[in-house]
Nanobody
């Protein structure tokens, strides 16, 4: 079992930056594929980015490429999402997720953290 807790959300102006953190307990996140998803008001949950256990490969949605960066912490139980050049359309609840390598769906989810970008 993996428990995930997000932090770092808040209110920021357009063009600003935020860094989200996802703290995992129960098992080191280095053995899991980790991802970030988001859900804007009235919309479905969408993929943002992921970092895979094997070779630390990273993947990004086109809408956040070159602005967002996912990384693993040195403590090995934390994953970060650095968000730069934020836009109002990035406003959403951001969720951390984890899955067993090789599976297609994410099995574990955090409770989410709100990110609001003002115009």
């Amino acid at each position: 079992q993996v428990q995930l807790v997000e932090s770092g959300g808040g209110l920021v102006q357009t063009g600003g930056s935020l860094r989200l953190a996802c703290a995992a307990s129960g098992r080191t996140v280095n053995s899991y594929d980790m991802g970030w998803f988001r859900q804007a008001p009235g919309k479905g949950r969408e993929f943002v980015t992921a970092i895979y256990w094997r070779r630390n490969n990273t993947y990004y949605a086109d809408s956040v490429k070159a602005r967002f960066t996912i990384s693993r912490g040195n403590a090995k139980n934390t994953v970060y999402l650095q968000m730069n050049s934020l836009k109002p359309e990035d406003t959403a609840v951001y969720y951390c997720a984890a899955k067993i390598p090789g599976r297609t769906s994410f099995d574990y989810w955090g409770q989410g953290t709100q990110v609001t970008v003002s115009s």
